[in-house]
């Protein structure tokens, strides 16, 4: 079953009443392009129910698309050291909505203005407009950032400080495409490589050694 996200009615709706002005105004095929956009927007908010399986030896993947870059982090804040960090570019094409890649609560929280850089720039995640959150549990920390890119001009969370996320739990999307960074402890061990298709909550991205 696939649900829409919240969001998503703002716009579908804004569509329809469009076509529904231009098709008693003007002409019923001048609503067409509108009608067009509010199926587009209904598939951009699809929320696709999957089930789950916990896995607390995994981090998985908090979002749909292809693994843009897979490097090595000399020194992350939140974790305390080197990492290695996934980053997952998400096309308009893609499920938007973000899940967490691990169980644990959000002790860690920064949201940061920047520009609106192509999301496949390598500096994007200086430079752009994001919001990143650390996870920690018993056996693990990591950091997951939401990047803005020159379409996605909105980064929408619906977590906060002190909260608690289960492995898979949505926590937030970004609107009209960009990418998400994971760093990862290096006693992750990395499953992915560049290039790979991953799932939001299903695909592995790495695994405790």
């Known amino acids: 079953m696939t649900t829409?996200?919240?969001?998503?009615?703002?716009?579908?709706?804004g569509a329809l009443a469009l076509a529904l002005l231009l098709a008693l105004g003007?002409?019923?095929y001048a609503a067409v392009?509108?009608?067009v956009l509010a199926?587009?927007?209904a598939y951009f908010f699809r929320n696709p129910k999957r089930d789950l399986t916990l896995d607390a030896g995994a981090v998985?993947?908090?979002?749909?698309?292809?693994?843009?870059?897979?490097?090595?982090?000399a020194y992350d804040d939140f974790i305390k050291g080197p990492g290695n960090k996934v980053t997952v570019f998400m096309s308009v094409f893609n499920v938007h909505v973000n899940r967490s890649p691990i169980s644990g609560d959000i002790t860690c929280q920064k949201y940061v203005c920047g520009r609106f850089r192509p999301a496949y720039k390598d500096s994007v995640g200086f430079e752009n407009e994001h919001?990143?959150?650390g996870i920690e549990n018993e056996k693990l920390?990591?950091?997951?950032?939401?990047?803005a890119g020159i379409l996605a001009r909105r980064i929408v969370s619906w977590v906060t400080l002190n909260d608690h996320l289960k492995q898979g739990e949505l926590y937030g999307m970004i609107r009209f495409g960009s990418c998400l960074e994971v760093v990862m402890p290096l006693e992750v061990e990395v499953n992915v490589k560049k290039g790979d298709k991953v799932v939001g909550g299903r695909t592995v991205?790495?695994?405790l050694k």
């Open 39 to 41: 199926c587009y927007f």
């Open 60 to 73: 998985i993947s908090p979002a749909d698309g292809t693994v843009q870059d897979i490097s090595r982090v």
């Open 131 to 133: 919001h990143l959150i």
């Open 141 to 147: 920390r990591i950091t997951v950032t939401q990047i």
């Open 4 to 13: 829409i996200v919240r969001e998503g009615y703002v716009f579908i709706g």
């Open 205 to 207: 991205l790495g695994r």
């Open 26 to 28: 003007l002409h019923p």
């Open 33 to 35: 392009p509108f009608l």
